[in-house]
C-alpha cells in the first residue's frame, strides 16, 4: 500500500496566519518564563541537556535524588548554593524545567501543523522556504540554549551575559518573524496578488533601536546590574557615580561587562528607544492604523513605568517579569506597525476599499 499526495488544492493563508501567531504566543510565553527563570537564579538547575528523554521530570524519590547529585557538582552549587535542600532544588528545578518544556511544545506546534500544510499543499507560493526558515531558526534556538547554560557549567557559578543576550535576542527575532510572516499571509487573505510587505529603512532604523534596548536589557539581568543601583533618576548621590567607570577596562569591556555602566546606559537609552517607538507608531497611523499610535505610546509608558519600579523596588520578581513581557509586547506592536508602513502607502484616503478593510491589520 503506497501513500501519494494530494493533488494541488486551494493554499490557506488565513489558517496559516492563525497557526503562526498561535506559536507566536507561546513564544512570547517562553520568553516570559525565560525571564522568571533568569530572575530566580534557576537556570542552571539542569545540568544535562537531554532533548528527548529530558521531557519527563523526576518522578521518584531516587530520580530527583539523581538530579539533585548531578547539580551539586556543578559550580553554581559548590561556589553559591552549598547545603541547599532538595526542596529548594526542586523549586529551581521548575522554572528551567518548564522553560524547557514550553521550548519542546513549541516545536512540536509548529513543526507537525507545517508538516500537515506541507503535505496537503496548502503553503502559498513563496512561503515554504520561509517558514522553513523559522523551524530551522528555532532548531538553532534551543543549541543555543544549551550554549548558554553549559557557560556556567564550567569555572563560573552563572551564565555569560553576552551568551544570554543572544538567546533572548534570537527568541525575539523569530517572535518578530512569526508575526511578519502572519501578517503578510493576512495581507494575502484580503488580496491574493499582494505582494509582501517591505520592510523600509525607517521601520528598520526604529526595530533597530528599540533591539538594541531589548539587548542592554539582557545585558542588565545577566550581569545581575539591576542591583547596582536601585535609585532614579540618580544612581545614588550623582547621575552617574564616582569610580563607575573602570579606565583599566577600555570603553567596549566597560559598555558591555561593567554593570554599572551597562545600567546607565540602558536607563538612558531608553528614552531613545522610546522615542524610536512612537516614530514608527506615527508613521503607521498615517496608513489608516488608527490603533498603532495609542497603543504603542501605552506600551513605551507601561515600559518605562515598570523599568523605574524594577529600579526601585530592588528588582522585585514580579514587577521584573512583566517589565520583560511588555518588552515582548512593544516589540510585537512595533512589527506590527512596520509591517503595516511596509504594507500601504502614508496618507490613503480612509474612503478607499483597502484602507477600510485592512484598518485592523
Known amino acids: 500500500m503506497s501513500i501519494t499526495r494530494p493533488n494541488a488544492r486551494a493554499t490557506r493563508p488565513r489558517a496559516i496566519a492563525n497557526w503562526l501567531l498561535l506559536v507566536a504566543t507561546f513564544v512570547f510565553l517562553m520568553v516570559v518564563v525565560g525571564g522568571i527563570t533568569r530572575l530566580t537564579e534557576s537556570g542552571l538547575s539542569m545540568v544535562t541537556w537531554k532533548p528527548i528523554s529530558g521531557t519527563i521530570p523526576p518522578l521518584t524519590h531516587a530520580q530527583w535524588m539523581a538530579e539533585f547529585d548531578a547539580y551539586r557538582t556543578s559550580p553554581e552549587y559548590l561556589k553559591i548554593n552549598r547545603g541547599m535542600t532538595l526542596a529548594a532544588f526542586q523549586g529551581i528545578f521548575f522554572w528551567e524545567y518548564l522553560h524547557r518544556l514550553i521550548g519542546r511544545l513549541i516545536g512540536l506546534v509548529f513543526a507537525l501543523p507545517l508538516l500537515w500544510f506541507w503535505w496537503w499543499r496548502a503553503i502559498p507560493k513563496g512561503y515554504g522556504p520561509r517558514l522553513a526558515a523559522l523551524l530551522a531558526l528555532g532548531a538553532l534556538q534551543g543549541a543555543i540554549g544549551w550554549w548558554m547554560v553549559a557557560s556556567g557549567l564550567v569555572d563560573r557559578p ?13 527568541a525575539l527575532f523569530i517572535f518578530a518573524g512569526l508575526i511578519w510572516t502572519a501578517r503578510d499571509l493576512r495581507l494575502m487573505t484580503l488580496n491574493a496578488g499582494v505582494p509582501p510587505a517591505r520592510l523600509r529603512p525607517g521601520s528598520l532604523l526604529a526595530l533597530a533601536i528599540v533591539a538594541v534596548q531589548i539587548i542592554l536589557g539582557a545585558l542588565v539581568a545577566g550581569l545581575d546590574a539591576g542591583y547596582a543601583f536601585n535609585s532614579w533618576p540618580l ?18 569591556a566597560n559598555l558591555i561587562d561593567n ?9 538612558w537609552f531608553a528614552w531613545i528607544a522610546a522615542g524610536a517607538a ?9 496608513t489608516g ?3 498603532a499610535l495609542p497603543l504603542t505610546i501605552g506600551l513605551v509608558a ?3 513605568a515598570l523599568g523605574i519600579a524594577t529600579l526601585l523596588t530592588g528588582v522585585a520578581i514580579p514587577i521584573a517579569a512583566a517589565h520583560q513581557a511588555v518588552a515582548a509586547l512593544l516589540l510585537a506592536t512595533l512589527v506590527a506597525c512596520a509591517h503595516r508602513v511596509g504594507a500601504f502607502p502614508a496618507e490613503r484616503p480612509r474612503h478607499s476599499p483597502r484602507s477600510s478593510r485592512s484598518g485592523a491589520l
Open 278 to 286: 512612537v516614530s514608527l507608531a506615527l508613521r503607521a497611523s498615517r
Open 158 to 170: 552563572d551564565v555569560s551575559h553576552l551568551r544570554l543576550a543572544v538567546h533572548l535576542s534570537a
Open 235 to 252: 544612581m545614588g548621590e550623582s547621575l552617574f557615580p564616582a569610580g563607575g567607570w573602570r579606565d583599566a577596562w577600555g570603553a567596549l
Open 289 to 291: 492604523a488608527g490603533w
Open 259 to 267: 554593570p554599572i555602566v551597562v545600567q546607565f546606559v540602558h536607563r
Open 302 to 304: 507601561a515600559q518605562i
